[in-house]
């Protein structure tokens, strides 16, 4: 006796069958081929848990035979079954499979995250950067400002404060320090260093604007741009150098340098740029215009300067 397996309307197993003729097999197949039809029209015929179908098969010529369902496929087909039957189940089948990815994709399980966003969440981001620029934007809105004299005459009774005040401002002579609010800070030259040749030293018009080509670099170059400025009056914060150049009207560069926050001294300061290397190439030589400005945290211009300048095979010949 041998039969097929049903649990959960589904084929679990084929039994190791004993068949003894070909009609025997013949009729288990047969039977085997009805019992696959009806599970896949199950809304007709569905199988109960562990219902076995048997049949009876001859015990005196005993042949063992393994079935896999690829044989039993081979089979039904050589018996001249119906193809209908088999696109029955092969679009069962299909179905079943396109049902149960869309269970996962629409249901996830149970404690998991859907990673389906919303267009609500997609502009979100674009308005928080939104808001960020415009927070940057906005300006702070400081305390009542002093003149330096005042400052220094505040708390004067306090030691500590005294001396914290002496150490931030330096050596100071308030006898020379002006009673107006805004610092002074006027910027006396620029120089040109590299290696190996002597500076260039560059005197800054009152209007801002060299007449002609203001100097000259060689190309692939390397050097670095120094200046001198005074600071009056009050302190000056966060003084910042800002430049950009152009080639035919086109924008080639673009820079920004903090200088730092300097209090008013007789002496003048110096701060010297980061080293570059200028372009090389036919298309690097040419003129250039360019346009630098000095303002402070308060977006105060001290200095703008227009000028142009050019980049050549070699350095210009040096004045005696």
Not at 37 to 66: R, Y
Not at 150 to 176: F, M, N, P, T
Not at 206 to 218: C, D, I, M, R, V
Request: hydrophobic letters at 30%; glycine letters at 6%.
């Amino acid at each position: 006796m041998a039969g097929v397996l049903y649990e959960k309307g589904m084929i679990l197993d084929l039994v190791d069958w004993k068949l003894s003729s070909t009609y025997v097999r013949k009729q288990a197949l047969i039977v085997l081929h009805l019992a696959i039809k009806c599970v896949n029209q199950s809304t007709t015929l569905k199988p109960k848990m562990s219902e076995v179908v048997s049949v009876p098969i001859d015990e005196k010529s005993i042949q063992h035979v393994s079935y896999s369902q690829a044989g039993v496929d081979s089979n039904t087909k050589s018996m001249g079954f119906d193809e209908k039957d088999k696109e029955e189940v092969s679009e069962t089948a299909a179905t079943t499979k396109t049902r149960t990815n869309e269970e996962e994709v629409d249901e996830p399980k149970s404690g998991g995250i859907s990673r389906k966003m919303s267009e609500n969440s997609l502009y979100a981001t674009d308005q928080e950067e939104e808001d960020d620029d415009e927070t940057h934007e906005r300006k702070i809105e400081l305390g009542p400002q002093y003149t330096l004299k005042e400052q220094l005459e505040k708390d004067k009774d306090d030691e500590s404060l005294r001396r914290w005040k002496e150490q931030l401002l330096g050596a100071v002579d308030i006898e020379a320090v002006g009673e107006t609010l805004e610092p002074e800070v006027k910027i006396l030259s620029l120089e040109i260093k590299s290696p190996g040749r002597p500076d260039i030293v560059l005197s800054v018009p009152e209007n801002g604007k060299p007449k002609g080509s203001w100097f000259t670099l060689k190309e692939g170059s390397r050097y670095s741009l120094q200046f001198t400025f005074e600071v009056k009056n009050n302190i000056v914060s966060g003084l910042k150098y800002t430049n950009a150049v152009w080639k035919t009207g086109v924008k080639v560069d673009s820079s920004k340098e903090m200088i730092g926050t300097f209090s008013p001294q007789p002496e003048p300061y110096t701060h010297e740029m980061p080293e570059e290397t200028t372009p090389s190439g036919m298309f690097a030589r040419g003129s250039y215009s360019a346009k630098t400005k000095f303002v402070d945290d308060d977006n105060k211009c001290y200095l703008e300067i227009n000028y142009t300048f050019d980049i050549r095979r070699d350095w210009l010949p040096i004045k005696n």
